[in-house]
């Protein structure tokens, strides 16, 4: 489904320049200092893009922390993530840190904090430090992904519940003994296989490695074949855009429309980056 005229039209006006990586997703942005405030038709014009690009990307922008947080903040509220540490000056900053005394864990097909009731909407990354070589991140275009399904799977998916489960993935960053008072903090969540996104009332596949266990209501044998079917998706080239960091890039992608994938191809070597994480809504399906 085409984004609405009010949309396209402020795409065809918009203060910045945009740069397609490929023809459906992943756009340079041009022209812009987000070290200062910007005024709200900027923000607006960022909002579709993001909408319509699925991930956006900045070149040359060393914010500081408190720039970042303002930056994010313009596009809603600001979560924080249950692993940074209490004592850290800004929570809402995410410090992902990896060397040779860490390798990196996120090299998998993803959307953000899934195992909340209210996802997040959007993510922005900042690259602070990169290695020289490697270290690369590839998003997904899962509406694309849903698009290509065959009629029968489409009609298979559509109306089925997944289970996200925080400790899949943070399990070995919580200790064991932290694990049943995690589970009752973040108790399993179930959203849509397919949802619908609530800006531009696009279908996206809403299944991912990093969080499903199981599809609801189905035999186990049966769950594990459809969910290996729908995340295999976002492996497919043809819906894929891949970045190569620079120190001060920037990345805001839309986690109800797309997956991400750090490759952890730089180890031993050091990478640091920080992430501020927009609020979301709840995901829901809806027919045409």
């Not at 200092?33 to 579709?48: C, G, K, M, T």
């Amino acid at each position: 489904m085409a984004l609405s005229e009010d949309t396209d039209d402020i795409l065809d006006s918009a203060p910045f320049g945009i740069e397609p990586q490929t023809p459906t997703i992943g756009a340079f942005i041009t022209g812009l200092d987000l070290s200062q405030e910007q005024p709200q038709d900027v923000i607006d014009a960022l909002r579709a893009a993001l909408v319509e690009w699925k991930v956006i990307f900045f070149r040359d922008q060393p914010l500081s922390e408190e720039q970042h947080i303002a930056f994010a903040r313009r596009f809603g509220e600001l979560e924080v993530h249950p692993v940074t540490p209490k004592d850290q000056e800004n929570q809402e900053i995410l410090r992902i840190t990896h060397d040779e005394n860490s390798k990196g864990a996120e090299n998998n097909w993803h959307s953000d904090v899934t195992w909340r009731p209210i996802p997040s909407m959007g993510s922005i990354l900042r690259a602070v430090e990169i290695p020289a070589v490697g270290s690369d991140t590839l998003w997904a275009n899962m509406e694309a992904a849903y698009d290509g399904l065959p009629d029968d799977i489409k009609e298979l998916a559509t109306g089925l519940e997944a289970e996200h489960n925080f400790l899949r993935a943070f399990a070995s960053r919580v200790p064991a003994e932290r694990h049943a008072e995690m589970a009752e903090k973040y108790p399993l969540q179930y959203h849509p296989v397919i949802r619908t996104h609530p800006e531009s009332n696009r279908k996206s596949i809403y299944v991912n490695v990093g969080f499903v266990d199981r599809i609801m209501g189905m035999e186990e044998d049966k769950s594990r074949a459809l969910l290996d079917f729908l995340q295999s998706t976002a492996k497919r080239p043809e819906y894929q855009v891949r970045l190569k960091w620079q120190p001060g890039t920037i990345a805001f992608w839309d986690n109800r429309s797309s997956q991400h994938y750090a490759t952890s191809d730089y180890f031993p070597h050091r990478r640091v980056m920080e992430r501020v994480t927009v609020c979301g809504d709840r995901p829901y399906y809806k027919a045409d």
